[in-house]
Structures are given as structure tokens and as C-alpha cells.
């Protein structure tokens, strides 16, 4: 539950942040669902779980161990093959907005361009992970305390 919640934090943060790094000043909630951008929700999502195992396992645990490892992945994939895709993205579309119009991949649509991280969106979420995971497990908790006192 915590990685979930970490991660639906992460998703509704994102058109908030966009709302104040764009020069817009719009709301677009579609930032909500969407791939990319500030922050990472996927790193949310792993570090999360990897909190609130390290809470409840322990972090001598094989099974934070595990979760650790996964987390690195996940964040190294964010920065690494995923931004770069999205770069790679954005020069293709480039390229096939210059193509004369009777070229046969001139009808391509266009391709997702967010589709990675930078390394301030991927630690951005990695905060929001450990923060979210840490208050819910520290709640759930007191809760099972109290109803167990009772």
C-alpha cells in the first residue's frame, strides 16, 4: 500500500509541478498519467516499497536487499535508456516533420518524447517515496498499536 500511494503522490505531483516550471501557467491535469517529468513516479513507486520493507523487514532483511537493488535499477533505467529514448524521440520527429509530404513515413505520428528522467526528477521522487512510505508505515503503526492496546 505504501509503494501505491507513493507512487498515485508522485503522478498527482507531477501537473502541480509542471503548472510552476512552465512558462504557461496552466493547469494540464493529462501530466497526471502521463510518462516522464517532475517526479519520478516509477522511483517513487520502488523506493517506497524498499521503505517500507526496510520499516517492517528490517534492512538486514534479503527481501529489502532485493527491493534495494530493484530501486537502483529502476532509478539508473529512469536517467539512462529511458531519457535517452526520449531524446532520440524528439530528433526523430524532427526528422519526419522535414520529409515531403509523399514520403511514406511522412504520416507517422509523432512519437512520445517524456518519456525518461533527469536525475533531479528521478532524486525528487525518491524523496517522495521515502516520505509517503515512511508516514504511512509510521501511521499503520500507531494504528495497529492502539487497536491492539484496546
Wanted: contains cysteine; charged residues 10%; glycine residues 8%.
Amino acid at each position: 500500500i505504501a509503494a501505491l500511494l507513493s507512487c498515485v503522490a508522485a503522478q498527482l505531483a507531477k501537473p502541480v509541478a509542471h503548472y510552476y516550471s512552465s512558462n504557461e501557467k496552466r493547469w494540464d491535469w493529462t501530466w497526471a498519467v502521463s510518462p516522464g517529468g517532475m517526479p519520478s513516479s516509477h522511483t517513487a513507486f520502488v523506493v517506497g516499497m524498499t521503505t517500507a520493507l526496510g520499516l517492517l523487514e528490517g534492512t538486514r532483511s534479503g527481501v529489502f536487499a532485493m527491493a534495494l537493488v530493484m530501486s537502483l535499477v529502476v532509478a539508473y533505467d529512469a536517467t539512462g535508456v529511458r531519457l535517452h529514448a526520449g531524446q532520440h524521440a524528439s530528433v526523430l520527429n524532427l526528422i519526419v516533420a522535414e520529409l515531403p509530404r509523399d514520403h511514406p513515413a511522412a504520416e507517422t505520428v509523432a512519437l512520445k518524447e517524456t518519456l525518461g528522467h533527469t536525475p533531479e526528477q528521478v532524486l525528487a521522487g525518491a524523496g517522495l517515496g521515502f516520505v509517503v512510505s515512511w508516514a504511512f508505515v509510521t501511521l499503520w503503526n500507531l494504528v495497529a498499536a492502539a487497536t491492539t492496546a484496546s
